[in-house]
């Protein structure tokens, strides 16, 4: 009888706890999947912000497609994560390495290298439209000291193109530092006092050591600022708005202009459709190597 009341009790609690939980489900279900679902539909439709408009297929998905105006902004979006994410790991790493040590001033350290990432978007852009504007700005003036410039940050192609990238830099590195570092404080410090005993080499402590137990988290966080990277549109729309001469938009910007500025919801809901099944696949690829690591 003791048996039948705690299982009847252990099924009365399981199901009271799923009935806590359903409405929350239910929520956040509908807040993920509901755009996905009406971005697909969109995307099928030839229709504007006002009218759905009718059934057209995969017209939407063709005519973008064959745009080279798409290809452009998907040549930028690689180039933009990849720069992105390499640059904001490798400066995350090194200053983790750096914090992770007994050094003077550590505390404050720490706090002062995780306001880029907790300050606004707009707040950052603006400190940076006052440092790198074409006319007067800081640095032109610094580098007119040196006979240097001015350079044209945001109004030449290609400098648009590397002070975006210095910027997302500046943005994304604090969250890797802070992810590396919780990282290398969870290796215990009796597994390097052994390893010394087999070699000296830094290098080597490093390779053999450090870095495997970095490599779950490298994973997590490429996966993230990928994601970040690629859908960044409060940048590209306060910094640059896509240009000079397109040179600066992206996947995210290039479907928020479709149907805000051309009124055709039809394309734009497809360049965000595929914008996903990009990231879907890319996720899925680095969640199995994190799997087969394990």
């Not at 759905?52 to 105006?69: A, D, E, K, M, W």
């Not at 994410?85 to 992770?100: E, K, R, T």
């Not at 003077?104 to 990432?117: D, E, N, Q, T, Y």
Request: hydrophobic share 50%; charged share 10%.
């Amino acid at each position: 009888m003791k048996v039948q009341r705690s299982l009847a009790g252990r099924k009365r609690d399981y199901m009271l706890s799923m009935g806590f939980l359903l409405p929350s489900v239910i929520l956040i279900g509908f807040v993920n999947l509901y755009p996905v679902i009406t971005g697909i539909l969109y995307s099928l439709k030839d229709g504007n912000i006002v009218n759905t408009g009718n059934f057209v297929g995969l017209q939407n998905y063709q005519s973008v497609i064959t745009s080279s105006r798409f290809w452009n902004a998907m040549g930028f979006s690689l180039l933009f994560s990849l720069v992105t994410i390499i640059g904001s790991y490798l400066i995350g790493l090194a200053l983790a390495l750096i914090l992770n040590k007994d050094v003077p001033g550590r505390g404050f350290f720490r706090a002062a290298f995780i306001i880029p990432w907790v300050i606004p978007t707009i707040v950052s852009v603006s400190a940076w439209r006052w440092l790198i504007n074409d006319q007067g700005s800081l640095i032109n003036v610094l580098l007119g000291y040196l006979n240097i410039g001015p350079i044209m940050f945001l109004a030449d192609p290609a400098w648009a193109r590397v002070t975006v990238c210095i910027i997302k830099i500046w943005i994304s590195y604090p969250f890797v530092l802070i992810s590396l570092l919780a990282s290398l404080q969870s290796i215990g410090t009796e597994m390097y006092e052994s390893a010394r005993l087999d070699t000296s080499s830094g290098a080597k402590l490093f390779r053999y050591i450090t870095l495997p137990h970095l490599k779950p988290t490298s994973i997590i966080l490429v996966i993230l600022l990928t994601v970040w990277s690629f859908n960044d549109f409060g940048l590209i729309y306060l910094l640059t708005g896509g240009g000079p001469d397109m040179a600066t938009e992206n996947m995210v910007y290039l479907a928020y202009l479709y149907p805000f500025k051309y009124n055709k919801i039809g394309p734009g809901s497809a360049i965000a459709v595929i914008t996903l099944i990009l990231l879907m696949i890319l996720a899925y690829i680095m969640m199995k190597m994190r799997r087969s690591e394990e």
